[in-house]
């Protein structure tokens, strides 16, 4: 899987712009501004506070940067957004007797 920085070019601008004490941009940070800004997209309109960058990290905590990938791509795909992504973070939904049988 490709980086992402040799996905998005202008990432690599913005780390070189930045001033010498604030480069603090890395892959998993942008990951998690992404998510934050379409959760709260949503929360606005239901009213809902703004989930902020440390709260968001407390919830990917435990999710590994590639499997991040995935979940983006998930999500990204879904008619709802935030619904898929709270689904999907939830450990209890994915255990074997969860599952519907086909």
């Known amino acids: 899987m490709k980086s992402i920085s040799e996905m998005m070019p202008e990432f690599e601008k913005r780390v070189a712009a930045a001033p010498k004490g604030k480069k603090r941009l890395t892959e998993r940070?942008?990951?998690?501004?992404?998510?934050?800004?379409?959760?709260?997209?949503?929360?606005?309109?239901?009213?809902?506070?703004d989930i902020s960058m440390s709260r968001m990290g407390y919830i990917l905590e435990q999710i590994p940067t590639e499997d991040l990938y995935y979940l983006k791509s998930v999500c990204m795909?879904?008619?709802?957004?935030?619904?898929?992504?709270?689904?999907?973070?939830?450990p209890k939904k994915h255990l074997p007797e969860n599952r519907t049988p086909f």
């Open 29 to 49: 940070g942008e990951l998690m501004r992404f998510f934050q800004r379409h959760l709260n997209h949503a929360r606005k309109s239901d009213g809902l506070p």
């Open 77 to 90: 795909k879904a008619q709802h957004f935030s619904k898929k992504f709270w689904w999907e973070i939830d």
